[in-house]
């Protein structure tokens, strides 16, 4: 048990920063047996994402970013129908059967999935959420080195089995010293975090079987009665998920991404990984070969997780409120999950002080890395991350944030805003809370608040082009209409986009968006320039916002336009990496350059 006389934040910190440098003395370095996982696994959505996650995986071991002598694999999903993370790990436990027949059931596995298209937070769809960069370390991380870090205790106290996490979210926790987290028990674990009623609102929640102890502990073992998958209020009242302060309230927990409940608040404990063992791992695989092909999303949170428990019910089968796309086949499915998993344990090891953190949107991501968030100070993410930059000054609690960049001395990046893997001249200003990334800006340029610019190097025809996504960064991208007279009500950068289709002079025709013409959207919209240079294809971008933004004339029409679909069909990996690699080397040797007129 964490020492009273310890504030819970103090200990959190250390607690992470203790991980952090575990993690560091292992990276480049082979692991002995049982050190590590055996396997880490991350999903792809298709193949170009499977063919751009193993180029990044690749060039990490070569640089010797991640632990050596660990099976490192990337799993496509099948092509056709959508099949959600639930349906990806049905595919995931097929692909290790087929590699390793039964020698799997002896491995410690970590699952991470990732693959989405990161709508919310663009600048991790070319690379993958599971790559996106973090401001700290050298080289960054990532945050697939963050994931190894945090996790570096796990697989040492873990029977065989698979840990199923997400792509975009963190966990951080401190236990007492001599105390561990054990994956140890039958059927599925999963890790609890006090939260907020509200956060419990768009996660899951535990109904916890009673316990006998009035004792606090940072750690506590406990069975699960029942799951709640992203319950209303009032299902939390009635089911009995809610919890009144003990002693312990008076330390700060939280939620991560809302304000820490108050003393007299109410609670309840949410979910993020979970563990499931051999056992229930091969009982799914039976399951999904036995059905042969799935047609329709499973989550494996609120589909796997539902079915458990002793006081788990088939009630939720039927409810698709929380479901994106309602297919035919779903709820049949879910009967039939429910009906193979009941009965299986769901054992939950609370963290009393811990934090869950989601960096998946614009929003999430521009606080935590530049406001004072308590995940600032416990990962220690810094306002200048491995970059040649100017001093940063500080606004109303607010930074910018620069990550692996080379920013002249003479650029203004105003406080909110967060510049990663790009170059930025001396008569650039970029205004608050803006998302630059992949960019080269040489030429005069400002950039008006709450914009999002990303640049993307593409292979067509076998020549290399360039195309920068530009836009609001609380653009909704996912917004979608059935029919060419609805897109007046998407917005662009707060404008109506028939208003911003006049500006830039292009015509509302079936060929102005690619894809599926009855889901219109943003994502979907050819209005974005190919061009032979990237500051070329950076500077028109930017003309595009500041046409909107000023209301005058820039027209699109003699481009070559592409969507955000359809940049990522083209998209050039490697170029994107080199270009990385390159600000790496200039800034690793005027770093040098440094050290030696200082000496």
């Not at 975009?168 to 001599?178: H, K, P, R, V």
């Not at 001093?391 to 910018?400: D, H, L, V």
């Not at 040489?442 to 836009?471: D, E, Q, W």
């Amino acid at each position: 048990m964490t020492a009273i006389n310890i504030p819970p934040g103090v200990s959190l910190r250390e607690a992470t920063q203790r991980k952090l440098w575990r993690f560091s003395e292992l990276r480049g370095k082979p692991v002995a047996a049982g050190e590590f996982w055996d396997i880490v696994a991350i999903t792809a959505a298709d193949e170009k994402q499977e063919f751009a996650y193993k180029q990044q995986l690749s060039e990490k071991l070569k640089k010797k970013e991640l632990p050596l002598g660990v099976q490192y694999h990337v799993f496509v999903d099948p092509a056709g129908a959508k099949i959600g993370n639930g349906g990806s790990t049905f595919c995931v436990l097929r692909c290790l059967e087929k590699l390793y027949g039964d020698k799997w059931n002896s491995f410690t596995i970590l699952l991470i999935h990732s693959g989405g298209y990161s709508q919310r937070l663009p600048n991790a769809s070319a690379l993958g959420k599971i790559f996106t960069a973090l401001p700290f370390g050298k080289p960054v991380y990532q945050m697939l080195e963050l994931k190894l870090a945090m996790y570096i205790d796990f697989p040492l106290h873990m029977n065989p089995g698979i840990l199923v996490t997400c792509a975009d979210d963190i966990e951080l926790y401190s236990i007492g010293e001599s105390e561990f987290i054990r994956f140890d028990k039958p059927g599925f674990t999963a890790l609890a975090h006090p939260s907020s009623l509200t956060v419990g609102t768009t996660h899951g929640v535990f109904v916890l079987e009673p316990s006998n102890s009035l004792e606090y502990k940072d750690l506590e073992y406990r069975c699960c009665h029942r799951f709640l998958h992203k319950p209303s209020i009032e299902k939390m009242h009635q089911f009995g998920a809610v919890y009144r302060p003990r002693s312990f309230l008076q330390r700060d927990f939280s939620g991560g991404d809302t304000p820490s409940p108050k003393l007299e608040s109410e609670y309840v404990y949410t979910d993020s990984l979970f563990y499931m063992d051999h056992e229930s791992a091969r009982k799914l695989l039976a399951f999904y070969e036995k059905i042969g092909t799935l047609n329709c999303e499973i989550d494996a949170y609120g589909d796997f997780l539902q079915a458990l428990g002793s006081g788990a019910t088939a009630e939720y089968t039927t409810n698709t409120s929380n479901v994106t796309k309602e297919e035919s086949e779903l709820v049949d499915m879910r009967q039939r999950i429910f009906h193979l998993l009941k009965g299986t344990s769901l054992n939950v090891v609370v963290l009393n002080n811990s934090r869950f953190y989601h960096i998946g949107t614009t929003e999430e991501y521009l606080f935590h890395f530049t406001s004072h968030s308590s995940l600032k100070s416990e990962l220690g993410l810094q306002s200048i991350a491995f970059s040649i930059s100017p001093a940063i000054p500080e606004c109303s609690g607010s930074t910018s944030c620069i990550i692996q960049s080379i920013v002249d001395s003479r650029c203004s990046v105003s406080p909110g805003s967060v510049v990663e893997y790009s170059r930025l001249g001396p008569d650039v200003s970029i205004g608050q809370n803006c998302i630059i990334s992949g960019s080269y800006i040489i030429t005069t340029a400002v950039l008006p608040a709450y914009s999002f610019v990303c640049s993307l190097s593409l292979k067509m025809n076998g020549h290399l082009k360039y195309t920068t996504m530009a836009f609001g960064v609380q653009d909704n991208l996912k917004k979608n209409v059935k029919k060419l007279s609805d897109i007046k009500s998407l917005q662009f950068f707060g404008v109506s986009f028939l208003s911003c289709l006049d500006i830039w002079n292009l015509k509302v025709t079936e060929e102005l968006f690619s894809g599926n013409k009855t889901c219109l959207s943003l994502w979907s919209a050819r209005i974005f320039p190919v061009c032979s240079s990237l500051s070329d294809s950076v500077t028109t971008a930017i003309k595009m916002l500041n046409a909107i933004q000023n209301k005058s004339t820039f027209s699109l029409e003699n481009y070559k336009l592409l969507s955000i679909e359809e940049m990522l069909i083209y998209k050039d990996v490697e170029d994107m990496i080199t270009y990385r690699e390159q600000i790496f080397l200039e800034i690793t040797l005027n770093r040098k350059q440094s050290d030696l007129e200082a000496s």
